[in-house]
């Protein structure tokens, strides 16, 4: 709730201090003579300041709430209370006497060397041990974590002989009550020990969320170790080759049958049902058939994703041979075109248009596809890291999985984009 | 015999409810080579469809075709056809889609070039030769659609309401480019136009269509056509015979949509 209400408060202060800076954009050409703008949709352009700021912000959330070193640590959110902390706790013993003992503890978060192997705990402070029948404690939590004390088991008198802990820091306590101070809580346990829960403070903690600059330390590692006996390199491609491989294949079948549903009866009649009934069945629910039918090796990926792309690319080709306009066939025969290089000359090209975008709109499936499928079972590939990553609780890796899936499907929408544009030039402009 | 021959042309559609509409009812025409005739009509009454018997898009339920005494039975590159508008292939080069023809034909660029380069000459798109369709305006695409019936040599050319999307003045410019043409070439013009000014310019014969079923009412020899070849079209309207005919013919249709839309009236 507070990530977002921050969100929305940079939103709005961004817009009104843009605008009050700056100004709004400026439109450019005929745009700029447009009165009507609202409403008008083509007279609508990204504010590319907005973007930059946008991006900006989620960097910011990201770094703030996780007390990134990218940023001056007055502007990270508060975390938990590093360091020594004290406490007393005052023990009753059975004939009624009370002394009064102090627990010093020290809140510590686990730091990694260079290989990223945990080191050892902190050792506990030393304290004296005090005066009474009530010793001084001390002891170690780590962040975001919790301890269920046992103060009087160094005591001279223990909880055997009859003691109990009757207050905390001067306030009274008994079994199930909660105190809170300055570092968090303590409560009573139902046997009469203090339970000490830190405040955790508002910053995720790494196994949730790692700070950015871990994740591109991250990457920096597997950029040159590889990760699983594989390079990055290896693992992106395995995702890339499975997915160009099915979808060429998808498209080498199912181009010439969208064309054949599209040109006579009877493989229309004939293909209908099948591509109809397999049109709306995800390739997800293909995952398990596959892997028991081929294996989890690239067979079984290649054909998930061969499927995956086959009725896509039917229906594109179907409709492209039904976009055909009328006129064009007929003017095509009145020229004396044989059927072939009506087909060759008209049908073709017609229906590019509606083939690149079903080719677009196929890359994508089967980018989602290939990730889902190597999450269930794969040796190498994106989805695999992200998915052996998260068994081993490395939320960098899984974060670093997500960045990289998301860019190279971007990457494949730009391509498919340029290589429309380039051979398709006439496209919604007839 | 050289010409074109429609003999009891009939055409029946059968409806998907039962029941059947007569779109032609026994057309007989015939049309010398080199002529230039134009068919007036109201809506409905099957000029678009007798055009497509003619061209072999439709197969009549009864009657024939012949062309200089053979019968048609499907399109051919004899009879070429100019739609009204969207039948250029946009991807394409204007040049592309003017050679198409003798392309199909498997004649090499060698053999085409020449004949190509006049005819956008001649319609004015020399310096258009190497743009796209969609680069074009809509007198420029129906320009290259005219070169492109032209290149491929056909005996007779087939107008759908070619100048029907154009605006005034392109429209009028148009019409001299057909007259223009049909001179130049001597072809068997047919053209299916809803105005009746262009059918009394560009029609050395008129012939008026009533619907229902679609059928020949009327038919005019006319002098405008010759005259127009050489004058400028506005001086050809200011003739009294034009405005006389023009009258008629308009009058003529008036009555039959006012008979139609009666006949609708009555029926609910």
């Known amino acids: ?430 | 015999m050289t010409g074109l021959a429609i003999r009891n042309v009939s055409m029946r559609f059968d409806l998907p409810g039962g029941g059947a509409v007569q779109a032609l009812e026994n057309v007989s025409l015939d049309i010398k080579q080199g002529e230039i005739l134009s068919v007036l009509g109201p809506s409905g009454c099957g000029k678009t469809t007798l055009l497509n018997i003619v061209a072999g898009f439709l197969a009549p339920t009864e009657g024939v075709i012949e062309l200089n005494g053979h019968e048609v039975h499907g399109p051919d590159a004899e009879r070429g056809m100019v739609f009204q508008k969207g039948a250029l292939f946009e991807w394409m080069s204007v040049r592309e889609n003017v050679s198409f023809g003798p392309r199909m034909k498997g004649q090499r660029a060698a053999q085409y070039a020449e004949n190509v380069d006049h005819l956008l000459d001649v319609v004015g798109l020399q310096d258009f030769k190497e743009k796209a369709i969609y680069e074009l305006s809509g007198g420029m695409q129906q320009r290259v659609a005219l070169a492109r019936c032209l290149a491929n040599d056909p005996d007779v050319i087939l107008m759908d309401e070619p100048l029907g999307a154009l605006d005034a003045l392109t429209r009028e410019k148009m019409q001299s480019l057909v007259l223009k043409l049909w001179k130049e070439t001597g072809k068997t013009i047919i053209l299916i136009t809803h105005s009746v000014e262009e059918a009394l310019l560009l029609g050395e014969r008129l012939i008026v269509m009533a619907p229902r079923p679609g059928r020949i009412h009327k038919e005019y020899n006319l002098p405008f056509a010759d005259e127009g070849v050489d004058a400028d079209l506005r001086e050809v309207k200011k003739n009294p015979k034009f405005a006389e005919v023009r009258e008629e013919i308009l009058g003529m249709i008036w009555d039959m949509e006012e008979e139609i839309m009666g006949r609708t009236e009555a029926a609910q």
């Open chain 1, 1 to 430: 709730m507070i990530p977002l209400l921050i969100y929305v408060g940079i939103f709005v202060v961004a817009f009104f201090a843009v605008r009050a800076v700056a100004g709004g954009i400026a439109r450019t050409g005929f745009s700029s003579l447009k009165t009507v703008t609202f409403g008008d949709e083509s007279a609508v352009t990204p504010d590319r300041r907005a973007s930059v700021i946008s991006i900006l912000t989620l960097f910011f959330l990201w770094a703030t709430f996780t007390g990134s070193a990218l940023i001056p640590s007055f502007l990270h959110m508060p975390g938990p209370p590093l360091g020594l902390h004290t406490f007393e706790h005052t023990v009753q013993n059975a004939e009624g006497e009370t002394d009064t003992a102090t627990v010093t503890f020290l809140l510590f978060e686990t730091e990694q060397d260079a290989e990223g192997n945990d080191l050892p705990d902190p050792e506990p402070p030393v304290v004296e041990p005090g005066d009474g029948f009530a010793l001084n404690d001390s002891l170690i939590i780590e962040a975001y974590g919790s301890e269920l004390a046992r103060l009087q088991d160094n005591d001279e008198l223990t909880r055997d002989d009859g003691t109990t802990i009757v207050a905390v820091n001067g306030q009274p306590i008994s079994p199930g009550d909660r105190l809170d101070f300055g570092f968090g809580t303590i409560s009573m346990s139902t046997r009469g020990s203090l339970n000490i829960l830190p405040d955790q403070g508002w910053q995720m903690e790494p196994i949730w969320l790692p700070a950015p600059e871990s994740v591109a330390v991250r990457f920096w590692d597997i950029l040159w170790n590889g990760f699983r006996n594989f390079s990055l390199a290896e693992h992106l491609g395995y995702s890339l080759f499975r997915v160009v491989v099915g979808f060429v294949l998808g498209a080498l079948v199912g181009i010439p049958l969208g064309y054949a549903m599209g040109l006579s009866n009877w493989f229309r009649g004939w293909f209908d049902p099948i591509v109809e009934f397999m049109r709306p069945v995800p390739p997800l629910a293909l995952i398990p058939l596959v892997i028991i039918w081929a294996g989890i090796g690239e067979t079984g990926k290649i054909v998930l994703l061969f499927l995956a792309a086959l009725w896509i690319m039917a229906i594109a080709a179907r409709a492209g041979v039904s976009g055909v306009n009328i006129s064009k066939v007929h003017a095509a025969y009145s020229l004396g075109a044989s059927k072939w290089q009506i087909m060759r000359h008209v049908i073709m090209p017609n229906s590019l248009p509606e083939i690149f975008t079903g080719a677009r709109v196929a890359m994508g499936v089967c980018w989602g596809t290939v990730v889902a499928a190597e999450l269930v079972a794969a040796e190498q590939g994106a989805g695999m890291m992200i998915m052996v990553a998260s068994r081993f609780q490395n939320t960098d890796i899984v974060i670093l999985g997500i960045i990289l899936i998301g860019i190279i499907g971007f990457g494949i929408d730009i391509l498919m984009r340029w290589a429309e544009r380039i051979l398709v030039p006439w496209k919604g402009r007839s």
